[in-house]
Nanobody, 121 residues
Framework: QVQLVESGGGLVQAGGSLRLSCAAS????????MGWFRQAPGKEREFVSA???????YYADSVKGRFTISRDNAKNTGYLQMNSLKPEDTALYYC???????????????WGQGTQVTVSS
């Protein structure tokens, strides 16, 4: 089992930045890929970014160049640095972990509870 806890969400103006954190406990975090997903009200959950155990990164086109995913295995923590935020980035952001990296939420075995990001115009 892997337990995940997100933090760092909040209210920010358009153009601002936030850094989300995902603290992991349980099994060896370094053995797992980590993904970030988001879900806005009335919309389906969508892939944002992922990083595999080697550090290879993947991004949705909508966030490429603005968001950066990273991980610190010594701290069992993953991060999502979000810059140049837009109102359309407003959503509940979830981190997830799985053995293999994927852009499909259905492939992830472990999920956090989510952290709210609200971007005002």
């Amino acid at each position: 089992q892997v337990q995940l806890v997100e933090s760092g969400g909040g209210l920010v103006q358009a153009g601002g930045s936030l850094r989300l954190s995902c603290a992991a406990s349980g099994r060896t975090f370094s053995n797992y890929a980590m993904g970030w997903f988001r879900q806005a009200p009335g919309k389906e959950r969508e892939f944002v970014s992922a990083i595999n155990w080697r550090g290879s990164t993947y991004y949705a086109d909508s966030v490429k160049g603005r968001f950066t995913i990273s991980r610190d295995n010594a701290k069992n923590t993953g991060y999502l640095q979000m810059n140049s935020l837009k109102p359309e980035d407003t959503a509940l952001y979830y981190c997830a972990a799985n053995r293999d990296v994927s852009n499909s939420g259905g492939d992830y075995a472990y999920w956090g509870q989510g952290t709210q990001v609200t971007v005002s115009s």
